[in-house]
């Protein structure tokens, strides 16, 4: 979604990942594409290290809301366009 600064796009966002069931919203600003599709992580509690979910992962099925996508280092947007050309690939029969 494109448009001039101060029409709601960000909120339009927000929206769109609140009604979905599968919905994430997340800021192109401080993401990379490796932390939108997945991330290594410490436990608390055991202090094992585990795999977590990024914002692509976690709205599997659903709507994935990246907010100032521009905003990302091109390598970073580059990924994320593979990423969904290969889900888009998986989905078609």
Known sequence: M????GVA????????????????????????GVGLTAAVVRDAAS?????EGGAM???????????????MREDDRTAIHEVSFLYQEQLTP
């Open 9 to 32: 796009k960000s909120q339009l966002l927000k929206y769109i990942s609140g009604v979905s069931p599968r919905g994430v919203y997340t800021t192109g600003k401080g993401s990379s």
């Open 2 to 5: 494109q448009g001039d600064p």
């Open 47 to 51: 202090g094992e290290m585990m795999l």
């Open 57 to 71: 992962v976690l709205a599997d099925r659903g709507v994935a809301c990246i907010d100032e996508f521009d905003k």
